[in-house]
């Protein structure tokens, strides 16, 4: 089972956090992707920054599913921009993409509690 890493940022995110379910604390956005890519995990998690125009915080999201890398984003009125841990005990998931689906994570669940099954308690 992968191991939790919580990162306020995605740029944070490095070879040891490949296969891991990477809370972030960092938005969804275009930019972040070269860093998922980089060190892919097993599931990265994003805040939606407000999702915005053209979706622009979830735009790694379908991205990100291109490459099979799970990935979901949490409401930004659920969690602090910039704070893994306040996205780990507080975030909603507010956005899925086709990966995240199959580990059976949706819209409107509590991030905590939908992601802890799939994370190693060692």
């Given at each position: ?5 919580l990162?306020d940022?995605?740029?944070q ?5 490949a ?8 938005h969804?956005g ?7 890519r980089?060190?892919?995990?097993f599931?990265f998690?994003?805040n939606?920054?407000?999702?915005g125009?053209?979706d622009?915080?979830i ?6 599913a ?10 930004h009125d659920?969690?602090r ?8 005990d507080?975030?909603?998931i507010?956005a899925?993409n086709a990966?995240a689906?199959?580990?059976r994570?949706a819209v409107g669940q509590a991030l905590?509690?939908a992601v802890?099954?799939?994370v190693?308690?060692d």
């Amino acid at each position: 089972m992968p191991r939790l890493a919580l990162l306020d940022s995605v740029t944070q995110t490095g070879a040891a956090h490949a296969d891991c379910v990477v809370v972030t604390g960092s938005h969804g956005g275009a930019s972040v992707v070269r860093y998922a890519r980089a060190a892919p995990a097993f599931l990265f998690v994003f805040n939606d920054a407000g999702i915005g125009k053209d979706d622009a915080g979830i735009a790694a999201l379908p991205m990100l599913a291109v490459d099979g890398i799970a990935a979901v984003a949490v409401s930004h009125d659920s969690a602090r921009i910039g704070e893994a841990q306040d996205a780990w005990d507080h975030g909603v998931i507010s956005a899925v993409n086709a990966p995240a689906q199959r580990l059976r994570l949706a819209v409107g669940q509590a991030l905590r509690a939908a992601v802890t099954p799939l994370v190693t308690t060692d």
